[in-house]
């Protein structure tokens, strides 16, 4: 459980995962890890995914709004998911960062804190 607004914090969770979906090669068959921890008074979620990675320079980049990695005729978006979810996330009082190394392991982990109430 954590405190907050539903609404909102649905809309992280499907940020993340539709992205999860939606960055994977079309030869890839997808595969999502969802997990969930409690330490040290927080919420520890770590969505984990199989697609095509974000390389290390470029993850700062991802929260920014508009930033696009990709274009539009490669993968869909608006470049906005990632800035709102992050957004979202910080006005609940945690944080949003991802980890990614394309050259060693394929895919992306987001890894989300919420306060536990």
Do not use: C, M, Y
Request: hydrophobic content about 40%; cysteine-free.
């Amino acid at each position: 459980t954590v405190a907050g607004q539903p609404s909102l914090l649905s809309l992280v969770f499907q940020n993340l995962l539709t992205n999860s979906l939606k960055f994977v090669p079309k030869d890839r068959q997808p595969h999502i890890e969802v997990s969930a921890k409690q330490i040290d008074g927080q919420w520890v979620v770590l969505v984990r995914d199989n697609g095509i990675g974000i390389a290390p320079e470029h993850q700062a980049k991802i929260f920014e709004p508009f930033v696009r990695l990709h274009r539009k005729q490669e993968f869909e978006g608006t470049g906005l998911g990632l800035a709102i979810t992050r957004r979202i996330v910080e006005a609940h009082g945690g944080s949003l960062r991802a980890v990614s190394d394309p050259s060693i392991r394929p895919g992306t982990e987001f890894q989300l804190t919420l306060p536990v109430p």
